[in-house]
């Protein structure tokens, strides 16, 4: 009896493997289950409006252009998944795993992404107009061209940084600077602070990629580790600002101010640093691969390998001696012929 009844449960679980495995392998039969195993799975332009996945295995799944309004993702795998152009709004994503997923184009609006895993991920331009990152665990992930508007960063300050297409005015309020909280290790994606005066501001460790701060005054400012990439610093005042280990690839420095900063260690891969003034910063250590610097101001410039620059120095111009004519001294004789008078 107790054979029989081994031998039962056995065959029950074998069933079950099976079952899953062969759902997992088919290619659009990945029909909503909580707590189930779809891997690789093919549902591109599927309508699934308020579907249910919570805790299920998706990893490297295809959910490109689907439509998943208000669709429930909680605890989900999603590592690698595809959400290309997809129609998340409304839809929960809490505590998902959401590495090297691409959002690339999707709807995001009134998606919840609170406390995900957000490694690499790819936000370039999709909608995150109300959505919710309270506690996201942000890093290396792209949000080029994305909308930031009413959206909840992860430190929980809203990001109203790009609610418009229009070319803002720059608004201080107790919050921010139009809707970017300054201060370390804030989180403000395409943030609008063209003409900022963030002079001697707290930004260490900041995530400010696809930044406009452009004309903006950073001088003295704490940039310590804070990630700029692709931010466009035209014309930016960073003079005396602290930039060690500041990831900076492919940012505009075009004729920035950069006299006297520390930029030790610093990430500046592909950046353009034409024209921008150097002298007395430091970038020992800094990885300037494929940085362009024609026309940079080099003179008492620390180079990456510790080297001191002058290549732009002025040469001291002698200050120039004005020749004094000897005055002759007068004659014995005239002397006589002025006493005799």
């Known amino acids: 009896m107790n054979k029989q009844i081994i031998t039962g449960i056995f065959s029950a679980l074998l069933l079950s493997v099976i079952s899953t495995s062969v759902w997992a392998a088919k290619d659009r039969d990945c029909e909503p289950r909580k707590r189930s195993l779809c891997t690789n799975a093919k549902m591109a332009g599927e309508h699934l409006v308020g579907a249910d996945y919570s805790g299920t295995d998706l990893h490297k799944g295809d959910f490109s252009r689907a439509n998943l309004s208000s669709a429930k993702f909680n605890d989900v795998n999603f590592y690698e998944g595809n959400l290309t152009g997809a129609n ?10 959401l590495t090297y997923v691409s959002f690339i184009g999707a709807n995001l609006s009134g998606a919840n992404l609170s406390n995900s895993k957000l490694d690499s991920t790819d936000f370039t331009e999709a909608n995150l107009t109300d959505a919710d990152l309270t506690g996201a665990h942000i890093i290396r992930s792209k949000f080029g061209k994305a909308i930031m508007c009413r959206t909840t960063m992860p430190d929980g300050t809203m990001n109203s940084s790009n609610c418009g297409t229009e070319n803002k005015l720059v608004e201080t309020t107790d919050n921010g600077v139009n809707g970017c909280e ?45 990630n700029l990439t692709e931010a466009n610093l035209a014309r930016t005042n960073l003079q005396g600002a602290s930039m060690t280990q500041i990831n900076l690839t492919d940012a505009n420095l075009n004729r ?52 001191v620059s002058n290549a732009s ?15 002759a001294a007068p004659s014995a004789v005239g002397k006589k012929s002025a006493k005799k008078k």
Do not use: F
Request: hydrophobic fraction near 50%; charge should be negative; glycine fraction near 4%.
């Open 88 to 97: 998340l709004s409304g839809a929960e994503l809490q505590h998902a795993d």
């Open 313 to 327: 120095c002025m040469p001291a111009v002698a200050t120039p001696v004005t020749p004094v004519t000897p005055v």
């Open 182 to 226: 300054i201060k370390a290790k804030t989180v403000c994606a395409n943030a609008a602070l063209m003409n900022a005066n963030l002079a001697a501001a707290t930004l260490n460790s900041a995530q400010l990629y696809m930044a406009n701060l452009a004309q903006a005054d950073l001088s003295k400012a704490n940039l310590n580790k804070a």
């Open 256 to 307: 920035a101010n950069l006299r006297g900063t520390h930029l030790e260690r610093a990430n500046l891969t592909g950046a353009n640093l034409m024209h921008a003034d150097l002298a007395d910063a430091d970038l020992t250590g800094a990885n300037i691969t494929d940085a362009v610097l024609k026309g940079a101001n080099l003179c008492n410039t620390v180079m990456p390998d510790g080297a």
